[in-house]
């Protein structure tokens, strides 16, 4: 699939098909996890890959009812829970050395749509939840603290194609030379 196929193809997926994802499958998807960029080459990502149906269901407890992606997280055979090493990212020689702090969330985040377009250029669906308990989520996977739960995502097979929101023109959002709302 050529890349900008992907990117501008791509869409949120919240109804899946049960069918198990082969473990090809998954394991392409998580190169792409693995060849995203990050500080200093430092790949503070790491992945839970949920399949058993008894922790799919806890993890499924810490989404709030409003949250459109709560029945994907039963729905699908697979949630892969990303997360990052804390204290990595955004450091030299241990002491963080920009006013940004940690860079986890910023890593972990390419590493998220990295998984996601190659998920989507093998025929998977997938959508980025963000709004659950993460205390919670790590509480039930049994996450050290040296680590923290980010995102999680399903990964399956789509049932529906997600609908298409919009996005603002270039304009709104590129500016020449300095930074301007005029463009
Ligand atoms: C950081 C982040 C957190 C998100 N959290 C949720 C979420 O908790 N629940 C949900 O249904 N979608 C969530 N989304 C998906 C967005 O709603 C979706 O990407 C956006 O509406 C654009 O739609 P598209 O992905 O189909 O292009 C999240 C996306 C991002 C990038």
Redesign the pocket.
């Known amino acids: 699939m050529d890349l900008m196929e992907a990117i501008k193809g ?3 997926i ?1 109804k899946y098909k049960s069918d198990p994802v082969p473990e090809e499958i998954f394991r392409a998807v998580m190169e792409a996890v693995r060849w995203s960029p990050s500080w200093a080459n430092t790949q503070c990502w790491e992945v839970v890959a949920v399949r058993d149906p008894g922790v799919k269901s806890e993890l499924a407890t810490v989404l709030p009812k409003e ?3 709560l029945p994907s997280m039963t729905d699908a055979p697979l949630v892969l829970v990303l997360c990052g090493k804390k204290g990595i990212s955004g450091s030299y020689k241990g002491q963080t050395v920009t006013v940004k702090g940690d860079w986890l969330m910023f890593d972990t985040g390419i590493a998220m749509q990295s998984l996601c377009l190659a998920a989507h250029a093998l025929g998977l669906g997938t ?6 308990d993460h205390k919670k989520a790590e509480k039930i996977l049994g996450v050290p603290q040296d680590v923290e739960v980010v ?1 999680m995502t399903p990964l399956g097979y789509p049932a529906t194609g ?1 609908s ?2 919009k996005r603002k023109d270039l304009s709104e959002f590129v500016f020449t030379d300095r930074y301007s709302k005029k463009g």
Not at 127 to 132: A, E, Q
């Open positions: 791509r869409r949120s919240r949250n459109p992606a959508v980025v939840v963000g709004m659950f995102a997600g298409t929101p």
